[in-house]
């Protein structure tokens, strides 16, 4: 029982990475509250979580609403007495180049992907300041290494990486025993890549697919259970020495 008795909260959890990080953080002990745009999916998670003797709450969230954010958490605090692990998981994918982007979009992609983990571990920071707690925030290695058709989601996962140092910094240096650190997935089976996958014909479809396996040295793209994994031992007190650190699990894609 890794997480016994903390309390966390996980964005985008109706489906996907959330979803498997919520049930593996549940198996371990802890209370997760779950959230997502989709009341649906994430009331099924919970239902689900909870079905298994597993702890859980659901709310609808949409995480680049500003006015959200404080009340959520102070509710949390309330019925709980406390924060103790944000996983900042809520995020959308755009799959066009830099000429073909257009500004809306790219907006979108920023608000989502960047400006809720920026809203998020502010306001998880403001509840956690007296006894501590872990942020993790899902960047991708999206946010390492470039991709010519993700021009919006490469300067978003980039932007979550540099600002999960300063926020870890700035926690430090203020003497909170709080602790950041982004998680960095590389090619995971998950409702969001099958998403990509159905915008794209046959044939660009068997091209990127043996182009990404092909460039895994491990020759198979990841489960959601991976990353639920790595985000465990950072939400665990097994990780108390880490802040500010890229936890890659990426089938060692990014060593090329």
């Not at 109706?14 to 209370?31: I, P, V």
């Amino acid at each position: 029982m890794r997480l016994q008795d903390k309390i966390a909260l996980i964005t985008g959890a109706g489906s996907g990475l959330g979803e498997a990080t919520a049930k593996r953080f549940a198996q371990e002990g802890a209370l997760v509250v779950v959230t997502d745009i989709n009341a649906g999916s994430v009331e099924r998670v919970a239902t689900e979580i909870v079905a298994a003797g597993g702890r859980a709450e659901s709310r609808v969230q949409d995480v680049t609403d500003e006015a959200l954010w404080n009340p959520l958490l102070a509710d949390i605090v309330s019925s709980h007495g406390q924060l103790d692990v944000l996983v900042n998981n809520a995020g959308i994918a755009l799959t066009t180049n830099v000429e073909d982007t257009t500004l809306a979009d790219w907006r979108t992609t920023q608000e989502v992907n960047g400006e809720s983990v920026f809203m998020g571990t502010r306001a998880a920071i403001a509840v956690m300041r007296e006894h501590g707690g872990s942020i993790i925030n899902i960047s991708s290695i999206e946010g390492l290494v470039g991709e010519p058709n993700a021009a919006a989601y490469n300067y978003s996962k980039g932007g979550v990486r540099i600002f999960t140092k300063s926020a870890a910094l700035h926690c430090a240096a203020a003497g909170y025993s709080i602790r950041i650190n982004s998680v960095h997935p590389g090619f995971i089976a998950t409702p969001m890549l099958e998403g990509i996958q159905s915008s794209l014909s046959k044939e660009q479809l068997k091209n990127m697919m043996e182009r990404v396996i092909g460039e895994i040295p491990m020759g198979t793209m990841g489960e959601a259970l991976d990353i639920a994994n790595g985000c465990l031992f950072l939400a665990s007190d097994e990780s108390k020495y880490m802040t500010g650190s890229e936890l890659v699990i990426d089938g060692g894609y990014t060593c090329h």
